[in-house]
């Protein structure tokens, strides 16, 4: 082999002048790039193969044994990734479930606050006045025209400017009424939120209350309104003996 | 001088930057420096043989590594890439040898 005749760039047939040894400038520059190129791809190849050959050179056994634990290790990566999402999944469910269970208690709140008188309310209703200048109309005939109005859908009313709750009662003598111990005077103006058509209905059904005002002399004027506002409040009794039984 | 200058400041490049090779250059980078490197030692030899040529050494560079890569390209294309690397690199390799065993005689006169 040490005979053998010169290769590739010494090739046959290449004049050498004499002194030709200046070699002109872009040869030496495009000469400077390649050789620069060569040794950057030289370094960078042995740099790339450095963890390749580790691989490489290894025997059978030890393959198996690297394999063995790069799988064993991936098997306790993947449970660990479950494991974390298992804990987000109910970390996020348990969010949703209490921002929804506020969500629920924040409506029960409004609607009882309605029904307990201590917010105000609007919507359609009736304005009913009631009139009675035979100073006739008794404890019984306004608990009627409560009733009556409850029975039909009510949800909330204010009589007379005092705003009628679960403990509201009616007392006082004929003329000189009182509502939760207010004093009223007839004519009595009571506005109530519900079903306007039906409650209108109930207050007219013959014997029903307009009936029996009218037979104390008095009368009860019915106003159907598409928008009512009651906002006469009533101070929230404090439970002195029941407490909210939490047990489910 | 010029491609001892080239070589230093080529190996200080790339152990400075460091960068990855990308994976469509994986197979023919080491096919390419082993090209170039033939064609190096060739060029050293015509050059201790006084027959040195600027144009000759530059094409046969160039030609070196692109025939090379073309090879096992051709190769990776049929399916048989991985044995004609290994012939690509065997041929190389041997005129590596046949050139150091030139460039031997020429320094060592043996």
């Known amino acids: 082999m040490s005979t053998d005749p010169p290769v590739d760039p010494p090739a046959a047939g290449e004049e050498p002048e004499p002194g030709a040894r200046r070699r002109d400038l872009p040869a030496a520059l495009l000469i400077g790039v390649l050789t620069l190129l060569l040794g950057f791809a030289f370094t960078v190849q042995v740099r790339n193969s450095d963890d390749e050959q580790v691989l490489a050179g290894a025997r059978e056994e030890d393959l198996v044994r690297i394999v063995d634990e790069v799988s064993s290790r991936g098997v306790r990566l993947r449970e660990q990734i479950a494991d974390q999402r298992s804990a987000l999944r109910q970390l ?24 307990n008188g201590t917010a105000p309310a609007r919507g ?33 009313m204010q009589f007379d400017g005092v705003r009628v709750g679960l403990s509201t009662a009616v007392t006082g003598a004929p003329g000189a009424l009182m509502i939760d111990g207010r004093p009223i ?5 009571v506005l109530v939120l519900g079903s306007p058509q039906d409650m209108e209905t109930a207050l007219n059904i013959p014997g029903g209350v307009v009936q029996a005002v009218g037979g104390r002399g008095g009368s009860v004027e019915v106003v159907q309104q598409p928008e ?21 | 001088m010029i491609p001892i200058l080239g070589l230093v400041a080529g190996v200080l490049l790339g152990l400075l930057l460091d960068p990855t090779v990308p994976l469509w250059l994986q197979p023919y980078l080491p096919i ?12 050293f030899r015509a050059r201790l043989d006084g027959i040195f040529d600027a144009k000759v050494f530059v094409i046969s560079f160039v030609s070196n590594v692109v025939v090379a890569a073309l090879i096992v390209f051709l190769g990776d294309q049929l399916g048989v890439g991985a044995q004609l690397s290994t012939a690509v690199v065997v041929v190389l390799g041997i005129r590596i040898f046949g050139n150091a065993a030139a460039i031997r005689r020429h320094v060592f006169r043996a």
Do not use: C, N
């Not at chain 1, 629920?104 to 606050?113: F, K």
């Not at chain 1, 005077?185 to 103006?189: I, M």
């Not at chain 2, 390419?32 to 060029?43: N, P, R």
């Open chain 1, 92 to 115: 996020t469910s348990s969010d949703s479930e209490s921002a929804s269970a506020l969500e629920e208690a924040r409506t029960r709140e409004a609607s009882l606050a309605v029904l």
């Open chain 1, 124 to 156: 359609p209703g009736l304005r009913l006045t009631i009139r009675d200048p035979d100073d006739e109309l008794r404890v019984t005939d306004l608990l009627d025209v409560v009733q009556e109005l409850r029975g039909a859908g009510a949800e909330t």
């Open chain 1, 185 to 189: 005077t007839a004519p009595y103006e």
């Open chain 1, 228 to 248: 009512l506002v009651v906002d006469a409040l009533r101070p929230l009794p404090d439970a002195q003996y029941a407490a909210p039984d939490t047990d489910d």
């Open chain 2, 32 to 43: 390419g420096v082993v090209a170039a490197l033939d064609a190096v030692f060739g060029g």
